[in-house]
């Protein structure tokens, strides 16, 4: 049934399912330009997401690089050895190993006589110089497996003074006032590092722009090399299109609610509300609300209006996906909490409700339109700050609750006649431990895998300033919806005819051989324009 | 991308997924008596579960009929056209829809000329005689697709009067009192039914002996056939080694705590308390802490320890699962329950707590040692009958609360040093609408599909008797988990290996093809004797 594999420390405890097993035996498809020797060709030189100008500054000796395609040479050249350390940082996602895993295979591939160094416990592991030498033995039980455990990762950052103004001036944004280039730097000429690959997110991301900065600066030969992880899809530009670990996170999402789907048609009572602990592009699109500035009585309104409209053609029931952090993207519940943080910081909120007179009209009148659960989680659950906890608040139940109470008034007013019975859910970020798509820096992903393309682009050309007290702060800007791109107009242009019939669709589960295996994200295919 | 399919109504509006596409054309291996015509070969005479003696009075015409096995037969036989009636009833599993596709591919291809029914919306289409007639062109979309919709399932109970004094007794237990057996008989003498089939849960099972018990007792044709479903495991037999349903719960149920398995792993510092809508096989055992009379201390401190052994080893996180109904195996939960609802159906609960001194001693202790939020739960979630609701507390959130405490306690005496951060997850059973395994009724299941062996036995032999208002009211008794069986013995030999050291085991989604896609349960496999 099961047998026990190789001898890494992590896992040597660690029995394989068969999936498990059938997966750490399988060949991945590579693209061809990464199936042998290859060289770098450059583009144009880059410039900076906005405000290049502020990014050219901060980062002098970057800012311009071009971007680089991989080719194939007119004639093979073996590569020289190389000595290179890799870190995983911040969450986890699915595909990390595979990073490392294809690493290490191109260095041994060709680069003979390469050392590869995994640093402990993230960035934490390069400040302390804490790593193991990464081998064929220690790295084959994580191959095409699941989880982000091999080296461990972490959340510290690597931040320090330098002398120039510049450092100084990143020193006074990092309130954190973590001291520890240096160290990085010792780390990397112990090791004699010829390069530094931070697997890791936006905030990642960025702190290896800061480091690359500080190295170039100081004349290291250790290049920094940032490999774009995320599960939000929130990470992503032209070389980028997609990140590791977001395919996963689509496709299992996907398929809960599929199972969610089938559940609502089969026993045809429920309204399913789905909270996603991510950026979904469908049904309620916190962008969306955003843009539109719509109220919460807006939202409620909507979502009852669809349910009446199908208790006449007899469905009483449905599933509506709903982002996280949707309220937090509705102004009028902003201005709401800012004026709670602001009476809670210095009155007492007294039984009778006579605090509530401290409201403005229009946040008086909302938080009275609030279910009184929630009107208690606003009042109760504070941070360290003693302030009101958005995040914490249940939106697929507050949503809940707001249609339930619409539809008893409209049932009162004979205007419904249907039955509604609401099922939250919650759907959060412990679901994909457990499985690996597909490398990354790599283009042309509707095409067949050995066409794909790989490069990489400098890292100051994803930088953004942001302005923090005064000063510019370098960041790599998080992806949202983009209400003018191709999947949130084919969203829209179908949402109607969604919402009133059942066009279900149930991905099933990820697949690892035959139909589907290779399945592309439609959103992504969208976005590559090879979908209408 | 995706394919429109099929004609059918129910269905009609659906795009299918490249899985749902590929499951829709998989041909499904069959045990090798279905391939052919076979014929029937009668067992002994078969008994009752338990009380025989009742049970014979009960089921004067059915009872101790033999069990049948299918067979090849020396020469081939056409089979009679028939006309079978098929019905959906209770919850919803997946595998409902191949079992219909089975009755309707063996009556095409072995009797030809059949005439197949539907009845929709469960129990109810059979007694208002509302049907479709099925054909190839309405079963195919559903083939080998989740979901229980294909004629809609329904929860109502055919019961009736009838002249005899078993079913005056009867009637005298059906609280419903919904008088329908004649209306069963009037649809099935309508559509002239060679048969019925019943397809349902250990309740719906129980409702078709009855019919079957009046169909004979009024020398009726139509036979009644139970095909055993439940995703909870709770209904099986020698014959019935697992029931449909059941063993997809199981792979999904297994796909999910593998994936919180691996991110509590990678993330190294969360301990996940799961509560499973279900029966596990897994840790904390109901059937276990009832018959070891164990108490909520007894619990915490059973998890609390392994804790405190694991933060010794530097593991401050886990996985730990909690089967849904927990604390309804604890006694001196049950006494607590039974005295809280005398209390708070005569007494006023004051906010001084005066009325706690209203409980016994040891419940009173036990009230005092419950969190804050469950002992306001307790309080306040009551059902129409004024009563606790013991199903609505969050057994996972209570223990992972109760673990916190006593681990701050012996934090501040010095015993313990680790760092605990709970999570709690409830997976329930929204999560499997997408998959279906295989049919049942089989048996031999660890040997190849075409070996599995095929029959049935007689609806009576799963019955007992359970005492109701004085009388006997047979029932079909959900099987527990047995602490005596293989798969138990296996787990408490192995537990505490796995308590403290990292033995996870990750499955992965389950697959259509390729290594896994024939994987057999081990609890099955335990069960059956065929692995130690």
């Not at 994909?432 to 798509?437: D, E, R, T, Y």
């Not at 042309?444 to 050309?461: F, R």
């Not at 949130?488 to 019939?501: C, G, P, Q």
Request: charged residues 20%; glycine residues 10%.
């Amino acid at each position: 049934m099961a047998a026990a594999n190789g001898p890494s420390p992590g896992r040597l405890a660690s029995v394989y399912s068969e999936v498990q097993t059938s997966r750490l035996h399988h060949a991945l498809r590579l693209p061809s330009v990464l199936c042998s020797q290859f060289s770098l060709v450059d583009g144009l030189p880059s410039s900076a997401t906005g405000n290049p100008d502020e990014i050219a500054k901060l980062f002098p000796n970057l800012f311009g690089q071009p971007s680089a395609t991989l080719v194939l040479p007119k004639e093979a050249v073996e590569g020289k050895a190389l000595k290179v350390g890799v870190v995983l940082s911040g969450g986890q996602a699915p595909g990390g190993h595979n990073v490392i895993c294809g690493i290490f295979d191109v260095l041994q591939e060709h680069a003979k006589g390469s050392t590869m160094y995994g640093f402990k416990g993230g960035r934490a592991g390069v400040m302390k110089c804490k790593y193991v030498e990464l081998n064929t033995d220690f790295v084959y039980p994580y191959r095409n497996q699941g989880g982000f455990d091999m080296i461990c990762s972490g959340r510290d950052k690597i931040e320090t003074v330098h002398q120039s103004s510049i450092f100084q001036l990143w020193l006074k944004y990092c309130p954190c006032g973590v001291i520890q280039f240096k160290q990085a730097e010792d780390t990397t000429n112990e090791l004699e590092l010829d390069g530094l690959v931070v697997i890791g997110g936006d905030d990642s991301n960025t702190n290896a722009c800061l480091i690359a900065e500080y190295f170039r600066g100081k004349n290291l030969k250790t290049r920094v090399i940032g490999c774009p992880k995320t599960i939000d899809g929130d990470l992503k530009c032209h070389e980028v299109p997609t990140s590791f670990g977001f395919d996963t996170t689509c496709k299992i999402y996907s398929e809960m609610i599929g199972n969610v789907m089938t559940d609502a048609r089969s026993s045809g009572k429920y309204y399913h509300f789905c909270a996603l602990q991510t950026h979904p592009n469908i049904v309620l699109i916190g962008e969306e609300v955003a843009a539109k500035k719509q109220t919460l009585k807006n939202v409620t309104d909507y979502i009852t209006d669809i349910v009446c409209k199908r208790a006449e053609l007899g469905y009483n029931y449905g599933v509506i996906l709903i982002p996280e952090g949707l309220i937090d993207f509705i102004p009028e519940v902003q201005k709401l909490i800012a004026e709670l943080n602001e009476i809670l910081a210095h009155d007492i909120v007294d039984k009778a409700g006579v605090w509530k007179n401290k409201l403005e009209q229009e946040s008086k009148k909302l938080f009275e339109f609030l279910p009184p659960s929630i009107q208690e989680q606003l009042l109760l659950e504070r941070d360290p700050h003693g302030n009101v906890q958005v995040a914490k608040i249940e939106t697929e139940k507050m949503l809940t609750a707001m249609v339930e109470t619409e539809l008893e008034r409209r049932k009162a007013e004979g205007k419904y006649k249907g039955g509604f019975i609401g099922q939250s859910h919650f759907f959060g970020l412990w679901c994909w431990g457990s499985s690996l798509v597909w490398e990354d820096g790599v283009g042309n992903l509707a095409a067949p895998v050995s066409e794909w393309t790989a490069g990489g682009t400098a890292l100051t050309s994803l930088m953004d300033v942001e302005r923090r007290h005064g000063k510019f702060k370098p960041v790599i800007k998080k992806a949202m919806v983009e209400l003018e791109g191709a999947p949130f107009k084919k969203f829209a242009s179908l949402r109607d005819e969604w919402a009133i019939n059942n066009r279900y669709i149930s991905p099933g589960p990820i697949q690892f051989i035959g139909s589907g295996a290779d399945a592309v994200t439609h959103t992504l295919l969208l976005e590559l324009g090879v979908q209408a």
